[in-house]
């Protein structure tokens, strides 16, 4: 793990906190916490866990064509410690950790299953795009909060777009490669056409409709279960949050906290998630500071703690080491040794063209 991507996911989480806390008092948030009711807190994870579960079974759905002997059950344990890598890692690094566990169990390469995860993200952020739209309905969009819906919808449209174009191939594709790896050294460009082919295999579901369907509806249930758990752990909380933090105000609580996490930050989100909470609570349902900072707080510690310490356990079970998590970069290069994935087919390379 390079040190400066950690020093900047420090500062981007630095800056969030400093908009989410300035000028509140941290003692009047802690005399908040104190009168939350936590047994809810047990309803609230069993629900956030189910909702690993699943998952886990639409991850297995977008490996399929590339790891066909990959169950749900196997991958449930890699989310859980890919959760936990992002936890405690910066700028996202569990996806990269998670790429390296599957890739090393089943034989394929990284970068392809780096392709899925990819996918996994725009499905994501749809579905909190659509929890945003669906809230609208019951909470009234501040302006900052149309401007974050409008960036996203674009954002993840060009990307939807982008991988779909991709999976098309043909002879455009392979020009535009030829092109981009033309002036580069022997050697180099032909790391990059492997990595290239290796991602576009990870994008393999994009050619099955009926899958998509599968994604899209798992990826929708997956973040009903959390935002159930966003629901669960208000009804702890006083009339300030309680009688708020209903359908609406959850979705776009969940929506918006989440699409905040987007961002490359230091380990866990910190920052992000509580401003983002606070854009809704405070900025658009006129919930008073100090109790929307406690509930994000909880709802924060909820989603950190438990799997964290899961995954902890989960990776010394696997005997695995920080060393390999902080190496996960370099091993995501080419695996020379993993069996090519189906993607696009690229023609020879007329060598003499080109300066080595």
């Keep these: 793990m390079r040190s400066w991507r950690a020093w900047i996911g420090i500062a981007i989480s630095i800056v969030f906190l400093y908009f989410a806390f300035r000028g509140q008092d941290l003692g009047e948030i802690r005399d908040s ?23 886990a079974v639409r ?6 064509p590339i790891a066909p002997n990959v169950t749900s059950r196997s991958l449930f344990p890699k989310v859980i410690v890919g959760y936990m890598a992002n ?28 392709a899925t995860i990819a996918v996994e993200r725009i499905f994501d952020g749809f579905t909190m795009l659509g929890f945003m739209l669906v809230a609208t309905a019951f909470v009234s969009f501040t302006s900052e909060l149309q401007h974050l819906a409008l960036i996203a919808f674009v954002v993840f449209t060009l990307l939807l777009i982008g991988l779909f174009l991709l999976t098309l191939g043909g002879d455009f ?25 290796s ?13 998509l369907l599968k994604v899209a509806s798992f ?27 209903g359908f609406g105000a959850t979705l776009m609580t969940t929506g918006v906290a989440n699409m905040a996490t987007l961002i490359p930050s230091s380990p866990g989100y910190i920052g992000q998630f509580e401003f983002g909470v606070r854009l809704v609570l405070n900025g658009a349902l006129r919930v008073p500071e100090v109790h929307a900072l406690a509930y994000a707080i909880l709802v ?6 438990p799997i964290t310490i899961w995954g902890v356990v989960l990776w010394f079970r696997q005997h695995l080491s ?35």
């Design 33 to 55: 916490l104190r009168t939350v009711n936590l047994w809810w807190l047990l309803p609230a994870l069993a629900m956030y866990f189910l909702g690993v579960w699943i998952r």
């Design 59 to 64: 991850w297995s759905i977008l490996l399929k």
């Design 87 to 114: 936890n405690v890692l910066p700028l996202r690094t569990g996806e990269l950790v998670r790429s390296y566990l599957v890739g090393k169990q089943n034989g394929v390469r990284k970068t392809s299953v780096l």
């Design 173 to 197: 594709l392979d020009r535009l490669i030829q092109l981009i790896v033309g002036p580069l050294p022997t050697r180099v460009a032909d790391t990059v056409e492997r990595m290239t082919e």
């Design 199 to 211: 991602f576009l295999g990870g994008l393999a579901v994009f050619k099955h409709r009926r899958e």
């Design 219 to 245: 990826s929708l249930f997956a973040w009903i279960c959390e935002a159930s758990m966003y629901y669960l752990i208000a009804q702890g909380f006083g009339p300030q949050i309680r009688d708020v933090v």
């Design 300 to 305: 924060h510690a909820a989603l950190y703690f």
């Design 322 to 356: 920080i060393d390999q998590i902080q190496g996960v970069d370099d091993t995501l290069d080419v695996d020379r040794d993993a069996p090519a994935t189906a993607g696009a087919s690229f023609p020879e390379r007329r060598t003499d063209q080109r300066s080595v």
